[in-house]
């Protein structure tokens, strides 16, 4: 996940980078991280004052992401059902899938390839 707060921090939650944090509160945390290539993962958004968008890369580089028909669940609060996005079959995906915009708490559906390279 990636984005920026409205007063400009950056964030950036990855393996590489499991905790974003400013002045000692957690902005969004990377909860589990299945390194298995099966799920779930779960990342926890505690600043919906910004914008932010989930990507998933496939880390082994294969080319063949959007084959493995991922899927990613959005959980967010006040709603009893999550939203269900799966990796649309023409979306072009080879590496890094976009998955989604939040816009201070509104979700946006992008479900394409990465428009850059985020590595």
């Known amino acids: 996940m990636i984005g ?3 007063d400009g921090t950056e964030v950036d939650v990855s393996f590489h980078n499991d905790q974003c944090t400013k002045n000692g509160e957690v902005i969004a ?7 298995d ?3 779930p993962e779960t990342i926890t958004l505690n600043n919906l004052n910004g914008t ?4 998933v890369d496939d880390f082994t580089e294969s080319g063949k992401l959007q084959e493995y028909g991922a899927t990613v669940k959005v959980y967010i609060s006040g709603k009893s059902q999550p939203e269900v996005i799966t990796i649309a079959p023409d979306a072009g995906v080879k590496n890094v899938w976009e998955v989604f915009e939040l816009d201070h708490g509104k979700l946006n559906i992008l479900n394409r390839a990465a428009v850059e390279d985020y590595e």
Not at 29 to 35: A, G, T
Not at 52 to 55: A, G, N
């Open 29 to 35: 945390e990377l909860d589990v991280d299945e390194m």
């Open 37 to 39: 290539g099966h799920g």
């Open 4 to 6: 920026t707060t409205d």
């Open 52 to 55: 932010y968008r989930y990507l």
